[in-house]
């Protein structure tokens, strides 16, 4: 307040109580009118809106939780990426992992966002890849808040279910794989493996000469295994966008619990010769190691070319899971506008996981069916039915080497895919595969 308000107040020839009320009335309005203007970090200066988030809830609510909703199932489905009972089942637990998501009063006594809200904000960021302040005018909420809201959900949903949705294949998991890879033809094929790159659009001036590769902008790259189902076993995600498929290759863990002899065993004989270490399939830049098959660039006779067209058909599984899953979430499809590299870890494997929780929850069989949980495809087979391990105890740094100049082994490599060959060159003699 000015000195001469001051001065004015203390008067005391001003002893009339109304006439001093009347002037510090006054006296607040002027310094409320200079204060104005003042300057960004004034409180005063910044502006209030309310938003009406009881409403903005309560609208959400009737169009798409209630019993009678607006908007049916299947519109849900569009707009969410995934079926409302998966959405609440991930909202409850994310409530039960983390206060953020449960409907709270303030300081203020003031009623706060729900669950529904965030949450519908952080999935319409990954499925529209939009930004920020475009949820304010439905969902009733800001822009700080809506990133915040994303990374706290990815978050969640990498430490609630990343252990289920994210694991190595268990002794179950091999057995269906293995069956429906003998069906096509390559017995022991575990999946197709490949890269994708995310462009990172805010990555610092500092970085762009590391992450920068053959796309001339800066990326991230994505190291995945899908199987027939387009579920991804295998998720490596972090690499700068400078490496190859074989530097990122170098650097993950695909095979690191084969090396380290522990993890589900996977038997098979193809024309008579007995295997003990399922393949991926792959294309050319990856090297010739015996867990890795690649196509013939040049085949030379019919049975090469049958080889190759049937290669080259079953790679593309993991091609269709990258395509998937950019449909689903075009926060990854579009070049990534978070700085920081853990929001966009987080943000790749919680896309990840979510697609193979759509994957689960609306997997149909062979006939077109959907499949029943306590059928022979249940994904959600952890407990008892673990990885059975090859090697219980520690093991010696030269059972370490061995294995690892197995997996390398370039003649096992060449036998392999010569059996595989064969082996589909007589299935198609027979009529069994066209």
């Known amino acids: 307040m000015s000195n001469f308000f001051k001065r004015l107040l203390n008067d005391s020839s001003s002893s009339d109580e109304e006439e001093r009320n009347m002037w510090f009335a006054a006296a607040i309005e002027f310094e409320r009118q200079n204060s104005q203007g003042s300057g960004s970090g004034d409180r005063s200066s910044r ?35 995934l079926s409302r009972p998966l959405f609440l089942r991930i909202l409850h637990t994310l409530q039960q992992h983390n206060d953020y998501f449960v409907q709270r009063r303030n300081a203020a006594n003031t009623v706060g966002l729900s669950g ?13 890849g939009m930004s920020a302040d475009s949820l304010d005018e439905y969902v009733r909420i800001g822009e700080t808040t809506t990133i915040e809201c994303v990374k706290r959900f990815c978050q969640g949903v990498v430490e609630i279910f990343g252990p289920e949705y994210l694991r190595s294949p268990n002794a179950a998991d091999i057995s269906r794989l293995l069956r429906k890879a003998n069906q096509r033809g390559f017995p022991g094929m575990l999946g197709s493996l490949d890269c994708m790159h995310w462009a990172w659009k805010n990555c610092p001036a500092a970085y762009h000469g590391m992450y920068t590769g053959h796309v001339h902008r800066p990326t991230i790259v994505l190291e995945a295994v899908a199987s027939y189902d387009l579920w ?6 972090g690499m700068p966008g400078s490496n ?4 990122v290759l170098d650097a993950s863990n695909l095979f690191a619990n084969l090396q380290e ?52 058909s079953y790679r593309k ?3 269709r899971a990258f395509g998937v899953l950019q449909a689903r979430f ?6 990534a506008r978070f700085w920081h590299h853990e929001d966009l870890t987080f943000i790749m494997k919680a896309c990840i996981i979510l697609h193979n929780m759509i994957i689960e929850d609306e997997r149909v069989d062979d006939n077109g069916l959907v499949a029943m949980a306590s059928g022979n495809d249940d994904y959600d087979s952890l407990g008892t039915d673990g990885p059975v391990e090859v090697s219980r105890g520690p093991i010696s740094f ?36 066209e």
Request: charged share 20%.
């Open 116 to 128: 529904e809200q965030k949450m519908t904000a952080a999935l319409r960021m990954l499925a529209y």
């Open 330 to 335: 075009a926060i990854v499809r579009g070049p």
């Open 398 to 433: 030269d059972h370490f080497m061995a294995t690892n100049r197995a997996i390398q082994d370039s003649n096992t490599h060449y036998a392999l895919r010569r059996d595989i060959i064969a082996h589909l060159w007589t299935l198609h003699g027979q009529g069994v595969i």
């Open 261 to 312: 002899g522990c993890g589900p065993s996977v038997n098979y004989t193809i024309m008579g010769n007995h295997y003990n270490m399922g393949y991926y399939l792959a294309d050319g830049i990856y090297p010739k190691w015996a867990t890795i098959v690649q196509s013939i660039s040049h085949p030379q006779d019919l049975a090469h070319e049958f080889f190759a067209k049937k290669h080259e």
């Open 317 to 319: 599984d993991v091609e």
């Open 244 to 247: 190859n498929d074989i530097n």
């Open 232 to 237: 991804i076993w295998h998720a490596f995600f």
């Open 47 to 81: 502006q209030y809106r309310y938003r009406d988030r009881v409403s903005g809830h309560s609208r959400l609510l009737n169009d798409y939780f209630v019993e009678n909703p607006v908007y049916d199932e299947t519109l849900f489905r569009r707009r969410f990426r």
